[in-house]
């Protein structure tokens, strides 16, 4: 039955192209397995050819996704309504953390946040010497296998973890699936993750997550480590996590107090 709210606004002003889009929206919210496109145009009420430009639209924008011709949300109203605190906010109190994490290492450390199936990474410190190993900021990486990317997918709410992984994985292998799994439960269980590159010899990442007041994780902070093969010292991978744990802990607890 088509929704009666969406003729007209409690205000009396129609806006029926929005109308439509927030009905499509709302309908998928209660749907586990997606619908196909005949699904929801008789659920709504709605013709087939009305229905099609307004989930092309949706898919366009990324709220919702097309897989074997069922349609189903993605995790962009999620973001949007449960990241906190904005971007701006979330830098601000975590770059003198960073900073000072980065001194104390002599590592360089870097800040990520999910976005629609990629990782992208919003802060970049480095170290006062000036040498280790940078990701740019603004780069868009993929999720898996990375330290940063199983922080980010593992520590949600499972709902969200599981459309995460769906996001994340849609043109991976089996075995690469696996894998990701396997590295999933293992943050579950130790809260963080810490794992060798497969690209570049002598890196050890660590990561830890940026929780907001749900206990979701809204970013990764992560150290790269790059192995010295001179005779410098340089601080442990014991020492680097404790530091980066409470780096990590004073953010989540400054961005809990401002919200």
């Known amino acids: 039955m088509k929704n009666e709210v969406s003729e007209k ?3 009396g002003y129609s806006a029926p192209a929005l109308d439509k889009g927030l009905d499509i929206l709302e309908l998928l919210s209660k749907s586990e397995s997606g619908l196909s496109q005949q699904e929801i145009a008789g659920s709504l009420g709605r013709n087939l050819n009305e229905i099609y430009r307004m ?7 990324n709220y919702i996704s097309n897989q074997s ?14 990241f906190h605190p904005p971007t ?6 975590s770059l003198p953390v960073m900073e000072k994490l980065s001194a104390d290492t002599l590592f360089p450390c870097d800040l990520r946040v999910y976005n629609t ?30 330290a940063s990317g199983y922080v980010l997918v593992a520590l949600q709410d499972p709902a969200i973890r599981t459309m995460r992984m769906e996001e994340s994985l849609a043109d991976e292998s089996p075995e690469r699936i696996k894998n990701f799994k396997k590295e999933i439960e293992k943050v579950l269980k130790q809260g963080y993750a810490s794992i060798k590159s497969n690209q570049y010899a ?10 907001d007041q749900h206990a979701n994780a809204i970013a990764a902070l992560t ?34 107090l401002n919200l």
Not at 88 to 93: A, D, V
Not at 121 to 135: D, L, R
Not at 202 to 211: K, T
């Open 9 to 11: 606004s409690s205000s």
């Open 55 to 61: 989930l092309t639209c949706l898919v366009a924008r």
């Open 69 to 82: 011709n069922k349609y189903a949300l993605t995790s962009k109203l999620f973001q949007l309504s449960h």
């Open 88 to 93: 701006y906010r979330l830098l601000s109190e």
């Open 117 to 146: 199936g990629v990782q992208t990474v919003i802060a970049a410190i480095q170290p006062p010497n000036g040498v280790g190993f940078m990701t740019r900021v603004g780069a868009e990486l993929k999720v898996g296998p990375s």
């Open 202 to 211: 002598g890196l050890q990442a660590i990561s830890y997550p940026i929780f």
């Open 223 to 256: 150290v790269p480590m790059l192995a010295r093969i001179d005779d410098e010292a340089q601080m442990g991978i014991d020492a680097v996590r404790e530091k980066l744990a409470e780096a990590s802990l004073l953010i989540s607890n400054r961005i809990s």
